[in-house]
């Protein structure tokens, strides 16, 4: 079992800047991919931003050069920087983590911190 706990959402207005932080309860060695995902009222949950175990990441279209996924193994926490917030990017954002299983992927979820960017 893995908990993960999201912080470092809040308000901020348009052109801003905010650093969430996703800290696992244990070794995230052996998670990977780890990401970002947000859901805002109304829509589906939607992907952000992944990194590998090796640190390769991926970016939705609509954040790229805005923001930047990190990951810091020593201290089990993967970031999210971001910078250049619009209005659009208000959402419930949401870390996760896959650890492969004999029996297949698994995911993890944290709980969930608020973003709000106002306009």
């Known amino acids: ?61 609509s954040v790229k050069g805005r923001f930047t996924i990190s990951r810091d193994n020593d201290k089990n926490t993967v970031y999210l920087q971001m910078r250049s917030l619009k209005p659009e990017d208000t959402a419930v954002y949401y870390c996760n983590a896959v650890i492969a299983l004999k029996t297949g992927p698994y995911d993890y979820w944290g709980q969930g911190t608020q973003v709000t960017v106002s306009s």
Do not use: F
């Open 1 to 61: 079992q893995v908990q993960l706990v999201e912080s470092g959402g809040g308000l901020v207005q348009a052109g801003g800047s905010l650093k969430l932080s996703c800290a696992a309860s244990r070794s995230i060695l052996r998670l990977n991919p780890m990401g970002w995902y947000r859901q805002a009222p109304g829509h589906e949950r939607e992907l952000v931003a992944t990194i590998s175990s090796g640190g390769s990441t991926n970016y939705a279209d």
